[in-house]
Every structure is written in structure tokens, then in C-alpha cells.
């Protein structure tokens, strides 16, 4: 079993930047790769961007260049570093982790709002 407790969202204004934080605890020798999801209100959870425990990372084409997923020194936690914010960022955003044998976690999600 793998916990995620994710921090960071909250309210911001067009233009803003917000970061995101994702701490896992539990089995996570198991972790093979650490994501964030988003689900906006009406739409399905879609990925943001994911990092391997190799360090390869994706992105969704519609945050490209905008936001950035790192890992940090102790590898049970991950960032989400959110630049040039939209409206349509609006969702809650998901902390994931898949293990080598597929089992998959997900956090309780954070709010993030882009709003003037």
C-alpha cells in the first residue's frame, strides 16, 4: 500500500503560478512511476504530467512549457510547479503512483482555482 497526501492548491489569479506538493509514504520501494491528474467539473481525470523513477517525465500537451514535475532529493515526493496559470487549469488536481506490478494510488485530491 502507498499513501499520498498531497499540499499546495488553493485560489490564484490568471498569470499566477502555484506549486504542488506530493509526499508518499508506505511501500514505496514499489513506486515505478509518480504523477499528477486533474479533473475539472463535467470532464474525466486526464494526466498532467508523470516522472519515472528514472527521472522521465510527460507532459499534457495543454501544459507544455508551462508546468514543470520534479522529484525531490528523497524520492517519496513530487512537485508540481505551475506557471503562466489558466482559467481552464481550474480542477482538482490528483497525486498518483503506479507500482512495477501496476497497482495504482491515488491522493485525496487539492483544489486549484484560476480565477480573477
Known amino acids: 500500500q502507498v499513501q499520498l497526501v498531497e499540499s499546495g492548491g488553493g485560489l490564484v489569479q490568471p498569470g499566477g503560478s502555484l506549486r504542488l506538493s506530493c509526499v508518499a509514504s508506505g511501500s514505496i520501494f514499489s513506486i515505478a512511476t509518480m504523477g499528477w491528474y486533474r479533473q475539472a467539473p463535467g470532464k474525466q481525470r486526464e494526466l498532467v504530467a508523470r516522472?519515472?523513477?528514472?527521472?522521465?517525465?510527460n507532459y499534457a500537451d495543454s501544459v507544455k512549457g508551462r508546468f514543470t514535475i520534479s522529484r525531490g532529493s528523497a524520492k517519496n515526493t513530487i512537485y508540481l510547479q505551475m506557471n503562466s496559470l489558466k482559467p481552464e487549469d481550474t480542477a482538482v488536481y490528483y497525486c498518483?503512483?503506479?507500482?512495477?506490478?501496476?497497482?495504482?494510488?491515488w491522493g485525496q485530491g487539492t483544489q486549484v482555482t484560476v480565477s480573477s
Open positions: 516522472i519515472t523513477s528514472g527521472g522521465s517525465t
Open positions: 498518483n503512483s503506479q507500482a512495477w506490478n501496476s497497482d495504482t494510488f
